[in-house]
């Protein structure tokens, strides 16, 4: 059974950064594209950025220029930098695959950006 972790969000100022990790149990780290989404208040879940298994990565929106996706297929595990960060990144985050797997979503990490 695969499951999902994860961490770092907190509260952090307008203009901040904070570094956002996705732990994976099972096997499916080398297999899968992983992506980081996020669900603000009253929106849909969306993807932020992706990272296939060879390493391209691709960012939707504003993340461009100030997320930066990687992975470490050694510890199954992916991240987010965050730089930047303004009010509207407010969202819960969450990785999973991409396109992503119903069974796969984890509680996701709250991050607030407020002064």
């Known amino acids: 059974q695969v499951q999902l972790v994860e961490s770092g969000g907190g509260l952090v100022q307008p203009g901040g950064s904070l570094r956002l990790s996705c732990a994976a149990s099972?096997?499916?780290?080398?297999?899968?594209?992983m992506a980081w989404y996020r669900q603000a208040p009253g929106k849909q879940r969306a993807v932020v950025a992706f990272?296939?298994?060879?390493?391209?990565?691709n960012y939707f929106d504003s993340a461009k220029g100030r997320f930066t996706i990687s992975r470490d297929n050694a510890r199954n595990t992916v991240y987010l930098q965050m730089n930047s960060l303004k009010p509207e990144d407010t969202a819960v985050y969450y990785c999973?695959?991409?396109?992503?797997?119903?069974?796969?979503w984890g509680q996701g990490t709250q991050v607030t950006v407020s002064s």
């Open positions: 999973n695959t991409l396109p992503y797997q119903r069974d796969y």
């Open positions: 099972g096997s499916i780290f080398s297999i899968y594209t």
């Open positions: 990272v296939t298994t060879g390493g391209r990565t």
